[in-house]
């Protein structure tokens, strides 16, 4: 079998500290806006918390070890800013950094390449309660944070991921007010917010560049929103491009205020002129933090929208047919978003492509022969797996891809309802249970990506439950 997969390329799984860790309050960990919004009445489905989530801080070994029997070269982790400074600022928590320690050294025992992402939205509530990322200090105290763990683990640790998703916890936690930390703000202020995250993104990766002990390799995680041709005519693609660069007046989900920031240096001219009134105050020198040499781009890419040339020439969105398949999210089925988006991004910021998520969630159960016969995950993830090869053999320099996520977990204001893993979860009784789709990507990894072009047979072995 052939494949289009350099042999370098990185094959690895994520998850996030406040969906698995649980342990929302031991050994000295300080509250975060999770755990602040998730107390709140009605803010989560069903009333679900993180405070016990797949208790992955007291069973990491455990997870370590199914990471093992997937076969996983890197796993991309996050680190709980309030577990390891419970204030955001001041003392450290021995206990909480000493958890990323040990999990650290559990990874690296077992051959797998530990990957940090330094926020992925826990924030912690007492800097919150001074005015969060609305504060201008609040740069600062990431790049605080951010030395207390480059400190600590960059003998070991080589890639390093600054945010995950702004279009998400800017705004869906500032201005729309579905996750945390709960707001409904202005337009004006929840920019101003962004502005400042993407400050503590430059000063992260200062940080991280003059205080690393390994030579790093950094990126970041944004949301890639995807558009894709609805034929290979020049104007539907045209129209795609046009898509994925636009910038809209009443919300935060595009890719170019969030990306030319970091990479180019300013924001674009379509973002200054859609958000007109609302534009925060911010200096020019600015940008001389935001911008900073990056390794590699991230993306999260989970579904496109079909797009055509209207008569006029301006772009079309296709409306979905009756019946067209989608995942339990209700995200349609996106078998070329991978391709375009990744062409995209590389087109746009000339930088190396890591998918740093990508999956899907399905009402998963474990069956009366005691696995878990995930069909569906498995044919989304060869199709969407097919298109980035497709990119590959086109020239997009993609470094790495890692599906989300590594197991079932707390799917934010969904609750428990969703499962995105490979690894099914019991909640009640914590057991771990491979799924069917685990064995295959254990092959696709194996073969380095030659599998995806036989039929997806799932191992024999028995089902894998701790």
């Known amino acids: 079998m052939s494949t289009s997969f350099p042999s370098n390329f990185t094959w690895g799984a994520a998850a996030a500290s406040y969906q698995i860790e649980g342990a929302w309050q031991a050994d000295g960990k300080g509250e975060s806006v999770w755990d602040m919004l998730s107390h709140q009445k009605g803010k989560v489905w069903e009333g679900h918390t993180g405070n016990v989530a797949c208790d992955h801080y007291n069973r990491y070994k455990e997870d370590v070890e199914l990471m093992t029997q997937v076969g996983l070269q890197a796993y991309r982790l996050s680190i709980s800013w309030p577990r390891v400074i419970p204030n955001g600022t001041g003392k450290i928590n021995e206990a909480g950094l000493g958890f990323y320690d040990r999990l650290i050294d559990e990874l690296l025992a077992a051959g797998i390449d530990p990957w940090v992402t330094l926020f992925h939205w826990d924030y912690p509530t ?7 990322w609305l504060n201008p200090e609040s740069p600062q105290w990431f790049a605080e944070y951010t030395a207390v763990i480059v400190d600590r683990l960059s003998d070991r640790v080589s890639h390093w991921i600054t945010l995950n998703e702004p279009q998400c916890f800017i705004g869906l936690g500032h201005l729309h007010g579905t996750h945390a930390p709960g707001l409904k703000l202005g337009l004006r202020e929840v920019l101003k917010a962004g502005h400042n995250s993407l400050i503590a993104h430059g000063l992260a990766v200062q940080t991280i560049r003059a205080r690393a002990k390994k030579e790093p390799l950094i990126g970041w995680a944004p949301v890639g929103c995807v558009n894709y041709p609805a034929s290979d005519k020049p104007e539907d693609i045209e129209a795609a491009y046009a898509v994925m660069d636009g910038v ?3 919300n935060c989900w595009n890719n170019r205020w969030w990306g030319d920031a970091p990479v180019l240096g300013h924001y674009p001219e379509q973002g200054l002129q859609a958000y007109g009134k609302n534009l925060p105050k911010f200096n020019d020198s600015d940008f001389d933090i935001i911008k ?7 993306c999260n890419i989970y579904h496109g929208k079909a797009t055509q040339a209207g008569p006029d020439g301006k772009p079309e969105l296709i409306q979905n047919k009756v019946g067209s398949p989608h995942t339990h ?3 349609e089925r996106s078998d070329e978003a991978l391709y375009w988006g990744t062409k995209y991004l590389s087109d746009r910021y000339n930088l190396p492509v890591v998918i740093t998520e990508n999956g899907l969630t399905m009402p998963d159960w474990v069956s009366l022969d005691g696995r878990v016969h995930d069909t569906h995950r498995i044919d989304f993830l060869q199709r969407y797996l097919l ?13 790495g891809y890692f599906q989300w996520s590594i197991m079932d977990n707390f799917e934010w204001a969904e609750g428990y309802k969703h499962r995105f893993g490979l690894t099914h979860v019991d909640y009640e009784t914590q057991v771990r249970t491979l799924k069917d789709s685990a064995y295959w990507y254990r092959d696709v990894i194996q073969s380095n990506g030659a599998s995806l072009h036989e039929t997806p047979v799932v191992s024999t072995s028995p089902a894998l439950a701790l």
């Open 126 to 132: 007492e800097l919150f309660n001074r005015g969060g």
């Open 387 to 399: 298109g980035l090869e497709r990119a590959i053999k086109d020239g997009v320099d993609v470094r």
């Open 248 to 250: 809209w007046a009443d």
């Open 329 to 331: 999210f209700l995200w």
């Open 292 to 298: 900073q040499p990056l390794d590699f781009y991230g």
